[in-house]
């Protein structure tokens, strides 16, 4: 089973707004990591965060953990056209791989 | 610094046969790990390697294998091909193993059975 479930599975904007995407897990972790995976391509690194973090910022990126809710989000705000892609984060279970969740696919409209 | 580079891009084989993958990490980076994505089920762990040693292991049957060599590059076999095994081969590289620190994928190998 799925160790991260990203919530909701496809988001549609208008350029300009904020697009938030949740990811929920199921044990405890070392750390949570989000990418991004544009179509036919590999995943990019976006943001790690540990599980002693509450937030962590990357230019328009803003990532927040919440360990006693086993959930992060994951913030872009500003939304550009080149930000459509498929994002998903992915948490380090207690045997030490790291397990990608279905994730989100955000589409932003120009 | 050169990427994660996956050979070959995209491959197209029958049932039965056997493939192989090939993955050269980023410089310096001795994990390589594998995952198989696919529409239906996602991106699946396949195995990781860290220092030539088979680190970590998904729910794959045994067809799936891998190895990576002194030099940190990293190829896995899949023997008997079946229909189900169709999907995008992802290669990821990172500096140490086990979730610990970003993973730098490559552009994946996909593979269609026939």
């Known amino acids: 089973s799925q160790q991260g479930e990203e919530d909701p599975q496809a988001l549609s904007i208008q350029e300009g707004e904020n697009a938030t995407m949740n990811c929920s897990y199921k044990?405890?972790?070392?750390?949570l990591q989000w990418y991004r995976q544009n179509s036919g391509r590999g995943l990019v690194h976006l943001i790690l965060?540990?599980?002693?973090?509450r937030e962590k910022h990357s230019g328009r990126l803003r990532v927040t953990l919440d360990t006693s809710k086993k959930s992060s989000s994951l913030l872009i705000t500003a939304s550009r056209a080149a930000d459509t892609a498929s994002y998903f984060c992915?948490?380090?279970?207690?045997?030490?791989?790291?397990?990608f969740g279905q994730g989100t696919t955000l589409q932003v409209k120009p | 610094k050169a990427g994660v580079t996956q050979t070959p891009r995209y491959l197209i084989k029958t049932r039965g046969q056997q493939v192989t993958l090939s993955c050269s990490p980023i410089?310096?980076?001795?994990?390589v790990s594998w995952y198989q994505q696919t529409p239906g089920q996602g991106l699946q762990f396949l195995f990781e390697?860290?220092?030539?040693?088979?680190?970590n292991k998904g729910n794959f049957p045994g067809r799936f294998s891998g190895r990576q060599f002194s030099n940190s590059r990293s190829e896995m076999n899949v023997s008997t091909l079946e229909l189900g095994d169709s999907a995008l081969y992802l290669c990821?590289?990172?500096?140490?193993?086990?979730?610990?620190?970003?993973?730098?994928f490559g552009n994946g190998t996909r593979l269609t059975v026939t």
């Open positions: 990821a590289s990172s500096l140490s193993f086990g979730g610990n620190s970003p993973l730098h």
């Open positions: 044990t405890s972790i070392n750390n």
């Open positions: 965060i540990r599980s002693n973090e």
């Open positions: 992915a948490t380090d279970a207690s045997t030490g791989k790291l397990i």
């Open positions: 410089s310096g980076h001795r994990s």
């Open positions: 390697y860290f220092s030539e040693t088979q680190r």
